[in-house]
């Protein structure tokens, strides 16, 4: 007969010591950090000592100071060999030629995630509001997820926005706040949450306002609200590969969507929901993108975005 034998908690001292050891054995494994800190000066002499030619030492000086070696190191990528030396030729001036450029594309990205927040703000008051009225999110019958309704009521109970005091102020009776209060003091991706949670029949019908499949909304509102966190904290985008709420890929733009791992798959996401809610502002924005592309930095390869050859005549982007 076999006596299977329980493993005995560990007590306080020996948790202890686990801890120790563990910590000890990862301590083993790591390098202990020794960089120094390096004045601007010292930073220029190591980027020289690895090949970079400063042309205007003055703005490089700026941009060490303003700007961070940090932050800009990412951007140098590019420019180096296997051994991080820099490839011959490589001037400091193409480092922060690429670091504009990217800088420039989050800035036009935030510009269309704006309006399409503010369009799915302005779908999921007017749907929901018809059929359960201001404070709809009361009941769960509204929603698949049904936690859902326990962080909306969060949201109402320990929000600090102005939408929110106001009504607070003003209304005792119900004691939350209406819906289009909390839209204004929600972010994007509590938006999205809450569009995901609804019910189906629901969904569909907000999704019907963008032109799209309601899955296909859950998936794109998800993947933009990734996208203007990494915009707005100033993250890399123009080479970035992102494998985190990759857009699903719609049959309309099956081909444009081929890779959704990339800059280019957002962008397509972005443009594709443009041309329905805002079409005219949405052609502008397009405009935009390809001057912006066409004035890209002589050393930016489309291709690290994702951009397939001859981009700018798929019917999308015309």
């Known amino acids: 007969m076999q006596v ?86 490589t001037t400091f001036e193409q480092v922060v030629e690429t670091y504009n450029f990217d800088r420039k594309l989050r800035l036009l990205c935030l510009d269309a995630i704006e309006r399409i927040e503010v369009a799915l703000r302005a779908c999921l008051i007017n749907v929901m509001g018809c059929h359960g009225g201001s404070h709809f999110y009361y009941e769960e019958k509204f929603f698949e997820n049904k936690e859902a309704v326990t962080r909306i009521r969060r949201k109402g109970e320990n929000g600090k926005h102005l939408s929110i005091a106001h009504y607070k102020a ?42 799209f499949d309601e899955s296909i909304c859950v ?54 929901l443009l041309n329905n809610i805002d079409p005219s502002n949405g052609q502008g924005w397009k405009s935009q993108l390809r001057e912006l592309m066409d004035s890209r930095p002589a050393s930016l390869d489309l291709k690290s975005m994702g951009f397939p050859e001859n981009w700018t005549s798929s019917t999308l982007w015309n």
Not at 46 to 68: M, N, V
Request: proline share 4%; aromatic share 14%; net charge positive.
């Open 170 to 211: 003003e209304y005792g009776t119900p004691y939350l706040p209406a819906i289009w209060c909390l839209t204004e003091a929600s972010t994007f991706g509590e938006l999205s949450r809450w569009y995901a949670d609804l019910h189906r029949a629901y969904r569909k019908e907000i999704a019907s306002e963008f032109g």
């Open 219 to 272: 998936s794109w509102f998800r993947s933009l609200s990734t996208l203007r966190n990494v915009c707005a904290h100033h993250g890399r985008l123009w080479n970035a590969e992102m494998r985190v709420d990759m857009p699903k890929k719609a049959k309309a733009y099956a081909e444009d969507l081929a890779n959704n791992t990339n800059c280019y798959s957002r962008l397509v996401v972005q443009a594709a």
């Open 4 to 89: 299977i034998r329980t493993p005995t908690p560990l007590n306080d001292a020996h948790q202890g010591v686990y801890f120790c050891l563990k910590t000890c054995a990862q301590n083993m494994s790591q390098r202990t950090f020794a960089k120094p800190v390096l004045s601007t000066n010292e930073l220029i002499s190591f980027l020289q000592s690895k090949g970079l030619d400063f042309k205007h030492q003055q703005l490089a000086k700026r941009c060490l100071t303003y700007i961070g070696y940090y932050r800009l190191k990412i951007y140098m990528r590019p420019f180096e060999t296997a051994s991080k030396d820099f490839l011959p030729g």
